[in-house]
């Protein structure tokens, strides 16, 4: 697995794991089984967003390919 370090915002966060547009979850964590690409979005509780995108690949295990500092404040 690879660590994600949440800052900012509210402190009150939400999260939404989806493969290909479909909804895997809404927990912190995610366990997969399959090749693809994996994006977690994460929102604070005055509804700001960023999102992580996670690439699952055969024989290489999970890598971070894109990362968005997750610094929320309110609007």
């Known amino acids: 697995g690879t660590d994600l370090e949440i800052n900012g915002g509210s402190g009150v966060y939400s999260f939404k794991w989806s493969k290909d547009g479909d909804s895997l979850g809404t ?3 995610l366990n997969v089984d399959n090749a693809g690409d994996y994006v977690l979005t994460i929102k604070d509780g005055s509804g700001c967003e ?4 996670y ?3 055969f024989n290489t295990g999970t890598e971070r390919v894109a990362e ?5 404040y309110p609007i």
């Open 68 to 72: 968005q500092l997750l610094n929320v």
């Open 27 to 29: 927990a912190l964590s």
């Open 50 to 53: 960023a999102e992580v995108v």
């Open 55 to 57: 690439v699952v690949r």
